[in-house]
């Protein structure tokens, strides 16, 4: 066998055991999804991954994003999960996003309470400290 075979194995191998050990998880753009604040359609995205997700809303003057992360359940008033405002990072314009336990750096930077992540049928939102209603539609 080959060093470049053999090493090609190692680093699959390797990130195959990282991966299903959760130590990093990815982030796949999900192009079925639609950003709306207070009811209008902006520019923006969906990065979705296991039990999370990276909603950038990117109207002119307004870029941010926000981490999504799924409870797993819908507790009575349709709570589904929590968001954290990702402060001044923005996510990339990729396709894949690594997520780690550092990165994206949302948790550290957030000192705001706890925002809920509602299920209204087949939309997602939010309230961002600003009062802009965040709305991700299916």
Not at 14 to 33: E, H, K, P, Q, V
Not at 65 to 76: E, M, R
Request: proline content about 2%; overall charge positive.
């Amino acid at each position: 066998m080959s060093r470049i075979a053999a090493a090609s194995c190692l680093v699959i191998g390797i990130t195959s055991y990282a991966y299903t050990s959760r130590r990093f998880g990815l982030l796949c753009r999900a192009g079925r999804y639609t950003v709306e604040v207070n009811g209008a359609a902006v520019h923006g995205g969906v990065l979705a991954g296991r039990s999370t997700a990276v909603v950038t809303r990117r109207d002119k003057g307004k870029e941010h994003s926000y981490l999504l992360l799924y409870a797993g359940d819908i507790d009575q008033t349709g709570d589904v999960g929590q968001v954290i405002d990702c402060g001044e990072w923005i996510a990339p314009k990729l396709p894949i996003l690594i997520r780690t336990s550092n990165y994206p750096n949302c948790e550290q930077r957030s000192t705001r309470s706890r925002i809920s992540l509602m299920s209204k049928g087949t939309t997602e939102q939010f309230t961002t400290t600003e009062q802009d209603v965040i709305s991700i539609r299916r």
